[in-house]
């Protein structure tokens, strides 16, 4: 049997990168998966390549848009699909230091990476209420627990999701909801390619200092959420899982490599 042949997931950031990669595991894996993102074309790419026994619809929508969460709610309704899981992946990431940051941009990545997030949780757990639980999965970052270069904005953000991920376990729990989320490390997607590009030493420096001495890829990361929004994870909440070849374990070589 499928392993999330009883899952009905709304997927955020479904038009790319990690996004796209959860939504080819999920139907994959026999999901129903409302795919929703700004970009029309990158949900019409996803659609093209999903394969599985699983249903991919689309909502084209802006998560930051505070009407989002009731356009979602009518389009399952017209879909007659009662959801059961909701994957906060959309964000925005890259910045600078926080002495070059200024408040628009500050707020921008608030917006998109936290206040959004925050929302569309607030509206899953309030459509869940009384009917057995679901489950939210939130994609934070490895950015979430360390410092790594030039960030601010976005590390404060996904620290907050962490946050958020163990308060909203704390308190659902007796309902049956269970909170958690994945902390990719370096994936090679639309988000990282201009930087990787311009900025080539940083793939390098990470899989130099990575113990499984490689990048990731979105299907690393959609491996994990298949995992964690599946019932096989039923016992685990409140976890940011990190799935990032252990590149934030240790930055030094071994003996015989040094
Ligand atoms: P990506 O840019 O390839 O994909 C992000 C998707 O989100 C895009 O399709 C984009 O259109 C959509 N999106 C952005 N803003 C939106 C909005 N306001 N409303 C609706 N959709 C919106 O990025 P990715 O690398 O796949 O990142 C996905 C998530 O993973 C993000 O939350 C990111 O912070 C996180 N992450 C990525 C990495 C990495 O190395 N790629 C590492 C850690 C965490």
């Known amino acids: 049997m499928s392993r999330l042949s009883n899952k009905t997931i709304v997927l955020t950031g479904a038009g ?14 026999g999901a129903k998966v409302l795919g929703v993102d700004l970009s029309e074309a990158g949900l019409a790419e996803t659609a093209a390549g999903v394969v599985g026994s699983g249903q991919f619809e689309v909502l084209v929508g802006d998560v930051t848009e505070p009407k989002l969460p009731d356009a979602i709610q009518s389009r399952l309704s017209d879909l007659d699909w009662n959801w059961n899981v909701l994957c906060n992946n959309a964000g925005i990431g890259g910045g600078g230091m926080a002495g070059d940051c200024d408040d628009a941009t500050l707020n921008r990545y ?58 909203m376990a704390t308190d659902y729990g007796v309902e049956g909801i269970r909170v958690v989320a994945l902390a990719p490390g370096l994936i090679e997607t639309p988000l990282t390619a201009a930087r990787i590009r311009s900025e080539p030493w940083r793939r390098q420096i990470f899989i130099d200092q990575s113990p499984l001495r490689r990048v990731g890829t979105p299907a690393d990361i959609a491996n994990g959420a ?19 070849g252990g590149w934030s374990l240790g930055r030094y070589p071994r003996p015989d490599e040094a």
């Open 110 to 167: 608030l917006d998109v990476n936290v206040t959004a997030l925050f929302r569309l949780s607030r509206a899953a757990v309030n459509a869940w209420k009384g009917k057995g639980g679901g489950v939210i999965l939130n994609t934070a970052s490895i950015y979430s627990f360390i410092g790594a270069t030039g960030s601010a904005a976005y590390s404060t953000t996904k620290a907050a999701v962490a946050g958020l991920t163990r308060q």
């Open 16 to 29: 790319s990168g990690i996004g796209r990669g959860m939504a080819e595991g999920f139907i994959r894996e």
């Open 226 to 244: 298949i995992f964690l929004v599946s019932d096989e994870a039923s016992f685990i909440t409140g976890e940011t899982l990190r799935i990032d």
